[in-house]
């Protein structure tokens, strides 16, 4: 069976997108972070896209692809396989347009995710392990009631609204050398490029993928979309098993390079986003910071740089876990175990260590029954809140010369 020849989306079709959607999407901040640029060297701005009404750049591919449907369409409905943000989107705009929309969404979607739609009007329905097999059942009820299906990033009208994204970049920071871009199924980073290379030939175009999800990278090595293996990640809403064949077909041509970052990082950039701009960003909105945090741009020194924070849906439960997880990388969490006399002011004398050492503490736990036949002494578990990590070794080597055989977990 031939392979279908890829659409194209022109630079007029992201044009005639802003025009349409306009009344309907927020024109979303793009600010110069003081603390970020600080810290790298650069001129960095940040691309508020998290700030959106459902909390992501997915409302502006979903609202242009139904404001073009014709009226017929619109009255049978819409249909869409969506862990989340895509889903979110269409229902929105769908309930404002009075459109009716149905999403499937994989079992594992977060339930504050499915509410959202449910609240929304969307007809929501569970099905499958990832999203892949979600799309499956998607395109069996499309076929059964006569729904259009809305694909998240590959339709050439939704990649046309996210093009809006690069266009709006443009006359916040006329100057931009170098954008950072997310990367799940390539669609964001496909039209924010075409815009941005019409307009500015110049400009830098840096995908990030997580490495747990390396959908575009294996397509660049296979020259056409592949399915990649694809494990959990905090960049959820990256993790696209295969990008689609129409964004690929443009991305390649707009995107200069393609980084990797592990999940340690993601949970620092989502932690750093969070305390130093005061945003709550997702994993896939986080993860241009992530390519930052570990060294993975060269040569940005003195550069105007946009960080595009596509989206801020992240699992209030999946939040907390995050910033610990981050504290712990971030070397400002730590635990280890020693052991101390089990008579009077034993704990006392760790303890004043600690003050004197400017560590704060979290948690003691005592270990008795498991810890030595020398009733003398008992082990205990400690977590400490430190400054980085030089402070962890600094204390546990002070610890040491005061007679504590401690060991870091």
Known sequence: MPTAVPIEVTFDQIIAARHRIASGIDVTPCTLSESLSDTYGANIFTKLEYLQRTGSFKERGARNA?????EVTRQRGVIAASAGNHALALAFHGRSLG???TVVMPVFAPLVKQERCRRMGAHVELYGENIAEAKDRADELAAEN????????????????????????????PQVDVVICP????????????????IKPSVQIIGVEPDHAPSYTAALANGAPIRAAVNPTLGDGLAVPIVGANAFAIARQVVDDTVLVDEAAIALAILRLLEGEKGVVEGAGAAPLAALIRHKIPNLEGKNVVLVLCGGNIDPA????????????????????????????????LTALFAEYGASVKQITHERAFASPDVSIVEVDCIIETRNREHIHEILSKLADDGFACKSS
Do not use: C, W
Request: charged share 20%; net charge positive; glycine share 16%.
């Open 99 to 101: 459109i009716p929309v």
């Open 318 to 349: 999946v939040l907390g876990r995050v910033i610990e997880y981050g504290l712990v990388t971030d070397g400002r969490i730590a635990r280890f175990r020693t052991t101390i006399s089990d008579r009077p002011g034993g704990l006392a004398r």
């Open 146 to 173: 006569n729904f259009t299906y809305i694909h998240g990033f590959d339709d050439p009208h939704v990649i046309a609204g996210a093009g809006t994204v690069g266009l709006e970049i443009l006359e916040q920071v």
């Open 66 to 70: 139904l404001l073009l449907l014709p």
């Open 183 to 198: 990367i799940g199924g390539a669609g964001l980073i496909a039209g924010l490029g075409r815009a941005m290379k019409t």
